[in-house]
């Protein structure tokens, strides 16, 4: 996801829109092995996607209080694209994300 935002805006846009930055992504990679986190990754290096989208959300909390609900609304949106995209029905470009 951090390589989406260092694209170009051409590449970018051929891909799905994540509203969520690199300040974002570091919280969700601190919280994921942070002990006593209970969204954390387990032992062996897996995490569920509900535990992943939950590590976005708490990610988003510090945000400026304007951007909260669009990041919450777009941290959704990618759970539920990943899923799909596992399923086999990725009609939105999420495997992007997974390859």
Do not use: C
Not at 27 to 43: K, S, W
């Amino acid at each position: 996801m951090r390589l989406l935002n260092a694209m170009s805006l051409i590449q970018q846009r051929q891909h799905p829109q994540i509203l969520l930055g690199d300040s974002n992504m570091n919280a969700v990679a601190r919280l994921a092995v942070q002990e006593g986190n209970p969204f954390r990754m387990n032992d062996d290096g897996s995490i569920s996607l509900w535990n992943f989208h939950n590590l976005l959300t708490e990610s988003i909390k510090n945000s400026y209080i304007d951007t909260v609900l669009p990041k919450w609304t777009n941290a959704t949106d990618l759970s539920i694209g990943l899923v799909n995209a596992l399923n086999g029905n990725d009609s939105e470009g999420y495997s992007w994300f997974l390859n």
